[in-house]
């Protein structure tokens, strides 16, 4: 109706005043063709000025969360991993004891990069050179190795960021690398699964004497960081709550050992959780073992030293998971040679993640460290950059004028201030109790000279990497905008401002899960927190963390599933595998889908070796073909009631065809 009358009184305008139809017509004439000329500049300008090329190392924390939040398509991105995934490392340990399936944890980086909208290549090769004089990557496939030579290419780059992550550290001790087992990828998790099930049916075997069962199943964790601690206790958990059922005769051979060389486990958590902690295990009958520096691994036995006696003891073992702490990948090491960082620990980058001395070159997580400037180096040029009319005194206002910039660019003085409990800077520079500040250079020098003190390196954890990336790729989204209107703090050695913020770390806790469904969290402002109600914190603070609703759906159905029939000792690969590529290769964009299928993973992996229920799997097919009905047919807007009921029956015949042809027995779905 409106739409009607409005058209009436147009046309009643239009017969009314001819000279105006003529003016609009040719005013969308010019404007038509303005549009069309601009359009074409741009696709012009756009042929002269090709899209820089990043080239990101790595799908770990720090290149996914730069992937993520990428937004700018003025760049050609291409990814370069030896894993065409992202997986959500905080939850490998319960992996380990088939908590979580693997499957749960993992996220196509396809996936990840097709939903933040730019497009991005990606490689599965491994790195193996840098060259930083020709901005060139050497890089090898890692798939298939005989490609007659195409396996191996290089890559041009404008831009490089390095996310390379970290390898563990063996502290090169004997038998190491050959006889332990890590915990840092998706494949060692499942690998120390596979083992852990192995050594319980080895030690059932009934020819074996009791002594040998004992070596068999003693475990041997060496680290007491959070890693060792959170595995040391899944493992409890899985003996104690699920292989005790399976295997109740072995119980009383099992032994989990913890060595750890300081003097706490999780000594980078306050006092409280490390006493908690020590205590919990001790009650659960995991045997600590502080002060044990181990000294070489062997098969069946693992050497270590008493710190405190010098005494030398062997333990056997069936199974040792190293865990202690991370080193520079063996390409890393190269490069670093290469471009003069001998002796680091990692690369040395700037407050802008910039690599030192190489302006297009980004390093970030955990292969990469920051090398905060400090105060004392540049006090001078402070000081003169402060003083504006040259008295060589800083009054209140001079002082007014950089104190932004200082706080900015040298973070350390604020955790300083912090630290002291004092209100601001002016406070740090009053002299005694005079109010007004007039300070000369060696005043401001003396006040200044703890400042340095307050430095630390940021932890290796997923935390710094997501920031870092997330940081990095704002700098790049906003890199025009920024050559332009630079928003960084004051270059005190140079003219004008900084082009970006420099990178500041906010920490938001962090979380050690005990077993027995309890878990220690340290969150900012130092409070603490431990017990049962802690660990619904940590399942929710998790589930939101993890990168897709795909995972979301998986782990919290792994969760339930845990929590009803216990964790999956099976051997075999489940059926969850076999099943979840099939919502990729379709390709299903609904969440609900998603939900839903991942319900119907559970209950067939539930009942995988026998017969699942009927009724149950009818209703979660019967929900499915709902869901799915109304996602593809009607997007939920306006259901008619018979065409729906003639979906959800057409659905419900499909998927009943798939599920009976995939679940039909003796197809080795579990194969
Ligand atoms: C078991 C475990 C539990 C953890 N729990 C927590 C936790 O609860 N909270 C927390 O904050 N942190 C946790 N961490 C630490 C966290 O996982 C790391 O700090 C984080 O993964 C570092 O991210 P990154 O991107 O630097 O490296 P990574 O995530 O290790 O990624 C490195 C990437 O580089 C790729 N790569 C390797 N070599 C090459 C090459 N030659 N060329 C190209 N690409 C290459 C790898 O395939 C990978 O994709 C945990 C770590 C482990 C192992």
């Known amino acids: 109706m409106r739409w009607s009358s409005f058209y009436k009184n147009a046309s009643r305008v239009f017969n009314n005043y001819p000279s105006w139809s003529k003016s609009i017509v040719v005013c969308t004439v010019i404007s038509g063709g303005g549009l069309v000329a601009y359009s074409d500049a741009k696709a012009e300008n756009g042929n002269q000025s090709p899209k820089k090329r990043v080239v990101v190392l790595g799908t770990g924390w720090a290149g996914m969360s730069f992937l993520k939040s990428m937004k700018s398509s003025d760049y050609e991105i291409h990814v370069i991993s030896p894993r065409n995934y992202f997986a959500f490392t905080p939850l490998l340990p319960s992996v380990t004891c088939g908590t979580v399936e693997a499957r749960s944890i993992v996220e196509p980086i396809r996936s990840i990069s097709r939903k933040s909208g730019v497009n991005i290549l990606f490689s599965e090769a491994q790195c193996y050179k840098i060259d930083p004089k020709n901005n060139k990557v050497y890089c090898r496939a890692v798939q298939d190795k005989n490609l007659g030579g195409l396996e191996e290419f290089s890559l041009d780059y404008d831009y490089l960021v390095i996310a390379m992550g970290a390898r563990s550290n063996t502290f090169n001790t004997p038998g190491v690398q050959e006889h332990a087992y890590f915990l840092k990828e998706v494949d060692d998790a499942l690998r120390i699964r596979q083992k852990v099930i192995d050594l319980f049916e080895k030690a059932s075997l009934p020819a074996l004497p009791e002594e040998e069962k004992k070596k068999l199943l003693s475990f041997v964790i060496v680290g007491g960081g959070p890693t060792g601690v959170e595995f040391a206790a899944e493992l409890h958990d ?42 919990k295990f001790n009650r659960d009958g995991i045997d600590v073992k502080l002060g044990s520096m181990v000294v070489k691994v062997s098969e069946n036995e693992i050497s270590a030293k008493d710190r405190a006696t010098g005494q030398l003891v062997s333990i056997p073992h069936g199974m040792v998971v190293w865990s202690t702490g991370i080193g520079a990948r063996p390409e890393m090491l190269e490069f670093m040679k290469q471009i003069g960082q001998i002796n680091k620990r990692a690369l040395v980058t700037d407050e802008w993640l910039r690599l030192e001395g ?68 002016h406070t740090l ?29 940021l932890p290796a954890t997923a935390q710094v990497a997501a920031q870092q990336g997330a940081y990095l790729a704002d700098c790049f989204n906003r890199m025009e905008f920024c050559e332009r209107y630079p928003e960084g703090p004051l270059r005190f050695r140079g003219v004008g401002r900084h082009r970006f913020r420099s990178f500041r770390y906010k920490h938001f806790g962090q979380f050690a899960p005990l077993g027995g469904e309890q878990t220690a969290a340290q969150l900012p402002g130092d409070w603490i927190s431990i017990g049962h109600s802690t660990q619904w914190l940590w399942y929710s603070v998790y589930t939101s963390k993890l990168v897709s609703w795909r995972t979301r759906a998986l782990v919290v159905a792994d969760w339930g599933r845990r929590f009803i029939y216990g964790r999956d000792s099976n051997k075999r690969r489940s059926i969850i595998l076999a099943l979840t590529p099939a919502i990729e290769v379709h390709n299903f964009p609904d969440r609900i889908i998603g939900f839903h299928l991942s319900i119907l993973h559970v209950t067939v992996r539930l009942s995988a070796g026998e017969q699942p229920p009927p009724a149950l799997v009818n209703g979660l097919l019967v929900a499915v073909a709902v869901a799915v009905a109304f996602r593809r047919g009607h997007g939920g807007r306006h259901p008619d009631t018979d065409q729906v009921t003639h979906d959800v029956s057409k659905w419900l015949r499909k998927l009943k065809g798939v599920f009976v042809c995939l679940y039909r027995p003796n197809r080795g779905l579990c194969d």
Do not use: W
Request: glycine share 2%; aromatic share 8%; proline share 1%.
């Open 429 to 457: 520079l009053r002299k005694s109790r005079e109010r007004s500040i007039t300070v000369d250079i060696e005043y401001f020098k003396e006040a200044l000279s703890n400042v340095d003190s307050q430095m630390k390196n």
């Open 358 to 425: 190489h302006d297009n070159i980004y390093a970030l997580g955990d292969c990469a460290t920051i090398n905060q400037r400090k105060v004392m180096e540049d006090i001078a040029v402070i000081f003169s950059k402060a003083d504006k009319d040259n008295t060589g005194m800083l009054d209140l206002k001079e002082f007014q004028q950089v104190v932004d910039d200082i706080i900015e660019r040298y973070p350390q003085v604020e955790i300083y201030l912090k630290k002291n409990q004092m209100k601001d800077i």
């Open 238 to 279: 899985f003996v104690h709550e699920d292989l005790s059922k399976l295997y109740p005769s072995l119980q009383k051979y099992v032994k989990i050992i913890l060595l750890e060389a300081g003097d706490h486990i999780l000594n980078m958590f306050d006092k409280r959780i490390t006493e908690f902690a020590e205590n």
